[in-house]
C-alpha cells in the first residue's frame, strides 16, 4: 500500500513539472483514444459482421467477414427472383431485410422465418473485398478493427520488403522502416505500427498547440487542435497509417525552419518526404525563408539543409527504380488506374462526375473538404505567416496533380488531416456559438459515421 502511495505521488509530481502544453496534449489524447476505444467497443458489438454487396460474374453477390474469427463467405443474394439485403443479427448470423429470415453464414442456409432451409448459392470471393496483403490479421477483434487497408499495406512492407506485392513501390519507406525497427520491441509489425502511430499523434498534438499558441490566445489554440481531433477522419491518426508521423516531420521541419536550423529543417523535411510524397512541398517554405535568411545560397548551411531535403525525393525516386520495370517516376501507376494531371482538372473531374449522378458518397465528401480547404486557404492567408500558407498551397497541389479515373480526388478527406494550417484558420474564424455548434455536430457526426465504416471495411479514403 506505501509502494502505491509513493508511485501515487511520484505521478503528481512528474504531472505537474510537465509544462502546459504536454498537459493539455496528454490529456486530449487520452479523452480521444477512450472515445475510439469505446466507439470500437459498441461497434464490434453492434455489427459482428462486415456485409458488402458486390458484382461477381455479373451476379448480385453478398460477402460476409467475421470480425472475430476474420472468416470471409461470399454468396449470391438472389432467392426466388429476389435481391436479399442482410444486417448482422450475432458473430455468425444475418437477417435479410425482405422477410426477416435469418441466415448463417457458415453455411449461407437460412435457419429461421420464411426461407427457412432455402440456401445462398456460393461464390467467389473478390481479392480487393478485404485486403490483408499477405498480413496476419491480429488475433483480437477489438484491435484488429484497425488493421484496415493501408496498413496492411505498410505491415506487409516492414514483414517482407518491398517487391512481395505488386504496387507496394507506391509507399514511401521510412514508416514500414520504423515498424520494421518496432517490431521486436512488441513482437507484432501491426502493433508496432499501432504504437508508433499513438506516440506520433500525442507528439502532433503538442506540436500543434505550441504552434498554435504563437499565432493566436490559448483558448482559439485549443479550440483548434478539438477541431483537430473531432475532423471525420481524425481516427485514422491511430491506425498504422502514415498521418501522424507525417505531421511531426512536417512540424519539426518548419519549426527548425523558423529557427533558421537548416541542416535540421533539411533532415526533418528528408523525413517528411520519404514518409509520404506531399513532404516535398516543404520545400518551398524552406526556400521562401533561406530567401529572407540574407545572404541567400551564401551561407553553407543554406545548401546543406537543402540537400539534405531534396536527397528524400531522390531517395525515394531510386527505391522506385530499383523495383519497377517502368518509368522510375509515377507518372503513370497502372495498378492504381492513376496519372498525373494538372492539378485543376482533378477538381473539375470531380465537378462533372457529380454533374454526371455516377457518384458515390465519398466522392461528394472529398469534393466538400477539397473546397472547404481551399475556402480556408483564401480566407486565412494574411492570418498566419506566409510560410505556412505556402506549405498548405503546394500540399493541395501535390494531392490534385495525381488523379485516379475510378475516383476523383481519391482520399482528401484522409490527406486533408495533414493540412494543419487550415485548421487554425477554422478555429479562429468560428467566432460565435452557433458556428461552433455547426463545426462540431457536423464533424462528430460525421466521425461517428466515417469510422463504423472503416472498422467494417468499408472504404472509406
Not at 499565432?215 to 498521418?243: C, D, G, H, M
Not at 454526371?356 to 494574411?382: C, H, P
Request: proline letters at 5%; aromatic letters at 18%; hydrophobic letters at 50%.
Amino acid at each position: 500500500m506505501k509502494s502505491v502511495t509513493q508511485l501515487t505521488k511520484l505521478s503528481i509530481q512528474f504531472w505537474n513539472k510537465l509544462d502546459q502544453s504536454w498537459r493539455f496534449a496528454t490529456t486530449v489524447f487520452f479523452i480521444a483514444r477512450l472515445f475510439y476505444a469505446l466507439w470500437s467497443w459498441v461497434v464490434l458489438t453492434i455489427q459482428p459482421i462486415a456485409v458488402h454487396y458486390v458484382e461477381v460474374g455479373n451476379q448480385p453477390s453478398v460477402s460476409f467477414l467475421n470480425l472475430y474469427t476474420v472468416k470471409a463467405y461470399t454468396y449470391s443474394r438472389e432467392i426466388k427472383g429476389t435481391s436479399l439485403t442482410f444486417r448482422p443479427v450475432s458473430k455468425d448470423v444475418v437477417t435479410d431485410l425482405q422477410t426477416g429470415s435469418l441466415w448463417n453464414i457458415d453455411t449461407g442456409e437460412a435457419i429461421e422465418g420464411a426461407y427457412q432451409g432455402l440456401k445462398l448459392t456460393p461464390g467467389s470471393l473478390p481479392s480487393e473485398m478485404f485486403p490483408y496483403h499477405s498480413a496476419a490479421p491480429y488475433p483480437n477483434a477489438w484491435l484488429a478493427l484497425w488493421q484496415r487497408f493501408d496498413a496492411n499495406w505498410y505491415t506487409s512492407i516492414a514483414e517482407q520488403g518491398y517487391g512481395s506485392i505488386p504496387g507496394d513501390d507506391h509507399f514511401p519507406p521510412l514508416y514500414p522502416l520504423l515498424i520494421r525497427l518496432a517490431k521486436p520491441i512488441f513482437g507484432n509489425a501491426f502493433i508496432a505500427g499501432l504504437v508508433i502511430s499513438h506516440l506520433a499523434t500525442l507528439y502532433a498534438i503538442k506540436l500543434l498547440l505550441d504552434l498554435f499558441d504563437q499565432w493566436e490566445n490559448a483558448k482559439t489554440s485549443r479550440q483548434t487542435v478539438l477541431y483537430f481531433l473531432i475532423y471525420p477522419t481524425s481516427f485514422y491518426l491511430f491506425s498504422a497509417y502514415t498521418e501522424s508521423v507525417f505531421l511531426v516531420t512536417a512540424l519539426l521541419s518548419l519549426r527548425s525552419m523558423k529557427k533558421q536550423s537548416w541542416a535540421w529543417a533539411g533532415f526533418w523535411a528528408f523525413c517528411a518526404i520519404i514518409t509520404r510524397l506531399q513532404g516535398a512541398a516543404l520545400l518551398i517554405p524552406l526556400i521562401y525563408l533561406m530567401w529572407k535568411d540574407l545572404p541567400f545560397l551564401r551561407n553553407p548551411h543554406h545548401w546543406l539543409g537543402l540537400a539534405i531535403a531534396g536527397t528524400g525525393f531522390l531517395f525515394y525516386i531510386f527505391l522506385r527504380s530499383t523495383q519497377v520495370s517502368g518509368n522510375a517516376l509515377p507518372f503513370v501507376e497502372p495498378i492504381w488506374h492513376a496519372h498525373l494531371v494538372l492539378p485543376w482538372e482533378t477538381y473539375i473531374y470531380a465537378v462533372r462526375t457529380l454533374f454526371s449522378g455516377e457518384y458515390n458518397r465519398n466522392d461528394v465528401l472529398n469534393f466538400a473538404v477539397v473546397t472547404l480547404f481551399l475556402i480556408l486557404l483564401i480566407i486565412g492567408w494574411k492570418k498566419i505567416p506566409l510560410e505556412y500558407n505556402l506549405y498548405t498551397t503546394f500540399s493541395l497541389l501535390i494531392m490534385l496533380i495525381r488523379i485516379v479515373d475510378t475516383q476523383p480526388l481519391i482520399s482528401m478527406s484522409r490527406y486533408s488531416l495533414t493540412l494543419f494550417p487550415s485548421f487554425y484558420i477554422l478555429g479562429s474564424t468560428s467566432d460565435n456559438p452557433w458556428k461552433r455548434r455547426v463545426i462540431l455536430y457536423t464533424f462528430i457526426a460525421l466521425n461517428l459515421y466515417l469510422s463504423q465504416e472503416f472498422f467494417s471495411w468499408g472504404w472509406v479514403a
